[in-house]
């Protein structure tokens, strides 16, 4: 189990130590970041096709794809409306301005939307081509997603131990 799950668990299973709506709305962005976090998992654990033309019909890149795909999930749960309150709860005890950052830059130079085609090229096969826009749009980007995975994780796990405090 590891210490993201066990907080996970140890929150589930506490009384009302935060409004029972903040508790729900912070285990589904924990869930989020938990999908997001096995896909790169496996994605490292796989091996790296170095010929480009067999890189993104490799298990590496469809995993790479799938990572994309659920932390865009978890960047869309984050921005909802209905996270309102757990975003105030968050950053009451949690500093956010990585976070925010990183998100205000991707907004503004095309990243998150890049990874709104890749979210939308593998869970909407039926109105997509096999060689669509979606399948490249984040070829490149590497650097980006990994630092997104990492403040997405220092957050919620910081969020996640004050709640079980």
């Given at each position: 189990m590891t210490a993201q799950t066990r907080l996970s668990s140890e929150i589930s299973a506490r009384g009302p130590m935060i409004d029972i709506e903040i508790k729900k709305g912070l285990l589904n962005l924990h869930d989020a970041f938990l999908n997001a976090d096995i896909m790169q998992r496996e994605k490292w654990d796989a091996p790296v096709e170095q010929d480009p033309e067999k890189f993104h019909v490799s298990n590496h890149g469809r995993f790479e794809r799938m990572w994309i795909t659920f932390l865009y999930v978890l960047v869309e749960a984050w921005q909802s409306p209905?996270?309102?309150?757990?975003?105030?709860?968050?950053?009451?005890?949690?500093?956010?301005?990585?976070?925010?950052?990183?998100?205000?830059?991707?907004?503004?130079?095309?990243?998150?939307?890049?990874?709104s085609e890749t979210r939308h090229y593998m869970c909407h096969r039926d109105r997509r081509k096999y060689w669509d826009d979606g399948r490249l749009a984040v070829c490149g980007q590497l650097e980006f997603h990994i630092k997104l995975h990492a403040s997405f994780s220092q957050v919620l796990l910081a969020a996640m131990k004050s709640a079980t405090a």
């Open positions: 209905q996270m309102a309150p757990v975003r105030a709860y968050i950053q009451s005890v949690v500093p956010l301005d990585e976070l925010a950052h990183l998100l205000r830059a991707a907004a503004a130079d095309g990243s998150l939307a890049k990874m």
